[in-house]
Structures are given as C-alpha cells and as structure tokens.
C-alpha cells in the first residue's frame, strides 16, 4: 500500500482540546517559552492536558497537548492546527534512547514549521526537532534550546502543499541520521551529544499539519496486548529494551495464551546479565515458567526456572557471547516435555518433563540488567513448520517472503545463504536483510 493510500486510512481517533498557558515566541529559537508556570507544573506533576488519543495510527502512546492551539479527529490522521503565531505541542510518554522514528506530514493551512519531537524534556524545551519549513523550502534539524553553537543543520527540499511527506530519524547514540522521503541515503548524517533519552512527539507553528503513521521502531513478533507490566520498558533500535531496577525484574505479559507451544525470540545484552521468555504465565506474571539466559563475561548459559525464582533445570555447558550477540532462543514445549535450544545448537540446552504449569501466557522478563528482544513469535506446537504447502526440501523462512537468494557462500567451515527477508508479512512489511547459516557439508554431485 503507498503511502498517500496509507494516510488516506479511516481511523477513529479520540483527542481533547484544553488549551493551557499562554506561550510567548522566542524568534531566536523559533521556540515557545513559557509566559506563566502552569503548563511546566502540570507537565511535571503528570495531569493530563488533554485527552489520550487512543485509536491513533501510531505505537506512541499517552499522547497529551499543551500550548495555543487544537487537536483534531480527523479521517485522515491527526491534525495539529496552532493558533496565529503560536506554538501547539502533542507529546507522548514514550521515552527512548536509540530509535528509529518517523512519520507522515501533509501541510494542510499556511505554511506552518511542522515537526517531530525527540529526546525530550517533559515540556518540551530541551529536545531535538526535525521540522519542515514551507516558507524557506527546508528540512531542519535543530536544539529546540537554540542558542549560540547548538545544533542547527538545514537541507534546501521541494516543498508543495497538499503533498505527503515522510520524515525519518534514526537517533543512535550522538548519531543522529536524517531521512526525507523514501531516499535510502541520510539528507543529514551528523553527530550531537546534547540529548541522549527522552520523550517523542508533535510540534506546529503557525499554522495546520496532519500527521499519520507515526512509529518508533520496537518489538516485531505476533504477541498480543499486555496483560502485566514490571520493571522499565521502552522501544529501541533493537526490538524492546528492559531493564530491571531496585533489585526487582523487569516484566511484560501479553495476551497470547497456549499450551503446546513453539516460543522463538531473540535476546542480546550490554553488558552482564539474566533475560528470558516466559511462557505458560499467568495473566499477572507471578506463576509460569522462564527460559533465561544467563549471560555472565562472554559466556552463556540456560536456565529453566518458575516465576518464582525456583531453578528447575540448568544448562550442562555454556555458550559464546560476544560482545553484541543476539542470541537465537527457541522453547518447545509440549505436555510435560519442555527443550530449550539456543543459537541452534544440539542438542538442547535444556530437556526436561515438568508439570508445573500446563498453559498460559507468553512474556518476556529481565531478571538483572539490561537486556534487548526481538522477533518473538509464539506459534502452537502442532503447526510448527509443517504446514500443508511448505516445501521440505527447499529452503523456506518459518514464516513471511523470501526474495533476491545470493549463496550459497562457502566460508568458516559454514555455508551461508543471504536473501531478503520480508518479515511475518510478506511483500507488505519492511524489507530487510537475513542470513542463513548451515553447518559444513559436501553435497553429492552424482
């Protein structure tokens, strides 16, 4: 689906208007400071300003308004519209430190400054802003501080109004990349160390932007809504981030219940520390099995352990971990049995009988430090990889598109098959690159 399809989408949003402070303008910054104290004390004190738009296009979440201005329900997205030289700011809970974010733009009236917030202060005065400015027909990347040596890059783009734009950031570290439209190549690729974490959202000066399919980058897999949530969770370049605090772990529920099951997902650490995928859980996480990971210097072992605490089975060998590694884990459970693999070895970490728990939700947990998940998938045990049509002699991703195959590579004593892959959603989804790596063998010729 193109993208002028895309923002064209019917979605029943649900926003509030409360206009709050006055907002004088700075035209230094271009940015708005606060005339009163009201709007930073309900910033800080967390009251909503406006209503929560809950059915927006978008995995933001928590998103509030503040400044002179209005928020509309539109069937095209989400319309930002400021008063006569005046600021209106839409900001989100969502906090994240290294993202990939971005959006769709349309100016709808005047030619307003129409941004994307990130890494921002919960009033939105110390952040960065990637604004497009009609009237000099730019992009900008800038420290919404302003000042004297701050951040302040500027692309000359063709603007039109009535066109559909699309703004992307990735921000990975002090890296921040810019990307304008469905160019490959960063417009701007620069480095900046005055934010490194905070809050995303909107912003419009002067005038009326609509805003549709406004994502960060997060966790991709087929877990449903959360059921529970412990701990410090957030989205990130690679997939979700947990984090465990106060000597407490980090948890996240969803509702994807089963009993037999396949639960594949990838973990990786920054440093030391247990990670793992609950799995036959209660709603509320406080019952149901774990399979940690457990990383400590560059090794690796598994445990198969009760919500509880309790160890129930532990790897008899460890496993490498180096620095960056995200580690392939594959539970399978079925009846009493449950196996364990990790980064495709054989035979399991793991392989044990245990009745505990007979069925329940799928999770993910962080035990101590820190640690990042990706592409979980949890599929029922009866249909894993033996599907009516699936090929058993060629080579097929578990699930999705395969195209452009390039290998076999013989190297390291592996081949290697490099294709793309077009995730749980085929030719929809975003391309992106994999690899398959198979043990050395000699194919017959004969």
């Known amino acids: 689906m193109n993208r002028k399809a895309k923002f064209t989408l019917n979605l029943l949003l649900t926003a509030g208007i409360l206009v709050t402070s006055m907002i004088t303008v700075n035209r230094e910054t271009d940015w708005a400071l606060a005339a009163d104290e009201t709007f930073a004390k309900e910033i800080k004190e967390g009251m909503s300003i406006s209503e929560t738009a809950t059915n927006l296009n978008s995995n933001l979440m928590g998103w509030h308004v503040a400044g002179k201005g209005r928020l509309e329900n539109t069937a095209e997205g989400l319309l930002l519209t400021s008063d006569p030289q005046e600021n209106v700011l839409a900001l989100s809970q969502t906090t994240a430190d290294d993202f990939i974010y971005e959006a769709d733009v349309m100016i709808k009236e005047g030619e307003p400054e129409a941004t994307l917030l990130f890494r921002s202060s919960r009033d939105g005065q110390q952040a960065y802003m990637l604004q497009i400015l009609p009237q000099a027909g730019m992009i900008r990347l800038r420290d919404a501080g302003g000042g004297e040596g701050r951040l302040n890059e500027e692309r000359q783009i063709p603007l039109v109004q009535g066109e559909i734009y699309h703004l992307k950031v990735k921000a990975d570290g002090p890296s921040l990349k810019v990307y304008w439209g469905n160019q490959y190549k960063p417009v701007m690729d620069i480095e900046d160390e005055a934010y490194r974490s ?34 410090q969770w957030q989205p990130d370049l690679s997939g979700k981030k947990g984090t465990s605090a106060n000597q407490s772990k980090a948890l996240l529920i969803y509702n994807k219940p089963a009993a037999d099951l396949v639960y594949e997902g990838q973990i990786s650490f920054p440093d030391d520390g247990t990670a793992g995928l609950a799995f036959r859980s209660s709603a509320d996480g406080l019952s149901g099995y774990e399979a940690s990971l457990v990383r400590e210097a560059d090794q690796l072992s598994v445990r198969l352990i009760k919500a509880n605490g309790t160890v129930i089975a532990s790897s008899a060998r460890t496993y490498p971990s180096p620095a960056g590694a995200k580690h392939a884990v594959e539970v399978h459970a079925k009846g009493e049995r449950i196996q364990i693999f990790v980064d495709g070895y054989t035979p399991a970490a793991i ?20 640690a990042y998940f990706q592409n979980t998938y949890v599929t029922d045990a009866a249909s894993y990889n033996n599907e009516k049509y699936r090929p058993q002699y060629h080579y097929t991703p578990m699930r999705g598109s395969v195209s452009d195959p390039n290998g ?38 004969e």
């Open 198 to 231: 905070g809050q995303l959202g909107l912003h419009v000066w002067d005038g009326a932007a609509l805003f549709q399919n406004i994502t960060v980058s997060d966790l991709q897999g087929n877990l449903e809504t959360v059921l529970a949530s412990t701990g």
């Open 408 to 445: 076999l590579v013989y190297f390291a004593g592996e081949y290697h098959l490099f294709h793309q892959d077009g995730g749980d959603m085929g030719a929809c989804s975003q391309q992106r690159y994999a690899e398959l790596e198979a043990p050395s063998y000699r194919p017959s010729l």
């Open 351 to 370: 392989d044990v009988t245990d009745s505990s728990y007979s069925n329940g939700n799928a999770g993910l947990v962080v035990n101590s430090g820190t």
